[in-house]
């Protein structure tokens, strides 16, 4: 009987040493340890046993079978790191490849011109207002002192929907709106798309861009404008230009003017950037004239403005060395990944 005992402790102590997973291990414990297993099969049947054998049995029995238990619980140990160690190993990540690339792209030449114009204006107190690409005649023309008869409202000139509305013309529709909408003081830009029935070369785009600024405020004068626009350009062209009013005319400011920077590539001495003049035009401007405050319901006895609109891709175009305007409108990314 003692003798089975060892041996049958040996034999398991020897399977469970060479167990090799959770499954195997428990399959073992019921071999030997379970309600039928062999080892208490076989302290079962002590019963039997003459009685002064008993104790001594007894003793051998509870020996051998702390041998197992305690086997096995070196087993499931083992068996435990080996499986650890099984998963670090599938789930390990090799941080010495190589990452997956994202390409990442610029942003269009016109949008960071225009972010650039945006900053020195939201700068100098202006806030950003936008009005409808599809406007009326009223607001793109009558509203804005525009005589029946000029000539940018020919259709060969302007997209009309039908009689009423069309595709704006200027950025300056929206100086209408946003004096019907709010009370002076005002202090606004506004950029946006524009359409001219234009037959598209390289400085001429049906489609373009303007940025519009509107102040109206009680005592604001062409003094005013002048200094903004001078400390506008020399925001965007460095400190040493210099602007120039030149005497023009649109319907909607009174007086009018175009203005000048000058040339930032040669400074005003003449080069092929500025054909020779040493300048460089920039934008239209001028005081408000005092119908269009009428017309928004802003008396011009108390209130004085001005305002002045610019072409942003002919600033880009300057800016980023860019002689063609259409290259601005066709999504090349062989020209678009250059900025
Ligand atoms: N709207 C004018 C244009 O398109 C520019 C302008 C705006 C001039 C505001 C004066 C004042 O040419």
């Given at each position: 009987m003692e003798e089975k005992l060892q041996l049958l402790g040996k034999e398991a102590i020897a399977a469970l040493a060479e167990a090799e997973d959770v499954k195997e291990l428990e399959n073992l414990r019921v071999k030997?340890?379970?309600?039928?297993g062999e080892l208490t099969e076989l302290l079962r049947s002590?019963?039997?046993?003459p009685k002064e054998e008993r104790p001594r049995m007894g003793q051998v029995a509870n020996q051998v079978r702390e041998q197992v238990e305690s086997a096995m619980n070196e087993a499931r140990k083992r068996i435990g790191r080996l499986e650890m160690e099984a998963r670090i190993a599938e789930e390990?990540?090799?941080?010495t490849m190589p990452g997956k690339t994202f390409v990442q792209g610029t942003k269009h030449p016109l949008t960071q011109a225009l972010d650039e114009l945006k900053a020195v204006f939201i700068g100098m107190g202006f806030s950003v207002v936008e009005g409808p690409e599809v406007d009326t005649v009223v607001n793109n023309f009558d509203m804005l002192n525009a005589?029946?008869?000029?000539?940018?409202?020919?259709m060969s000139d302007t997209f009309y929907i039908n009689e009423k509305v069309?595709?704006?013309?200027?950025?300056?529709p929206v100086q209408v709106r946003t004096m019907m909408n709010t009370k002076p003081p005002i202090r606004v830009i506004s950029p946006g798309r524009c359409f001219r029935n234009d037959t598209p070369d390289a400085t001429h785009s049906p489609m373009f861009n303007q940025l519009e600024g509107l102040v109206v405020d009680k005592g604001s004068t062409l003094g005013d404008l002048k200094g903004s626009l001078e400390i506008f350009a020399r925001h965007l062209f460095g400190e040493h230009t210099q602007i120039k009013f030149r005497p023009h005319y649109f319907p909607?400011?009174?007086?009018s003017a175009e203005v000048d920077v000058t040339c930032f590539k040669c400074g005003g001495e003449g080069c092929s950037m500025c054909k020779g003049s040493g300048w460089i035009e920039l934008l239209g401007a001028g005081m408000v004239h005092p119908n269009v405050l009428r017309n928004c319901g802003i008396d011009p006895e108390i209130y004085s403005g001005w305002a002045f609109g610019m072409g942003i891709d002919r600033i880009a175009m300057q800016k980023y060395g860019?002689?063609?305007?259409r290259l601005l409108y066709e999504n090349d990314l062989r020209f678009l990944s250059q900025f």
């Open positions: 030997y340890l379970g309600k039928k002590m019963g039997s046993l390990t990540i090799d941080i005589p029946k008869n000029h000539p940018s409202r020919e069309i595709l704006r013309t200027q950025t300056s909607f400011t009174e007086p860019i002689d063609d305007i």
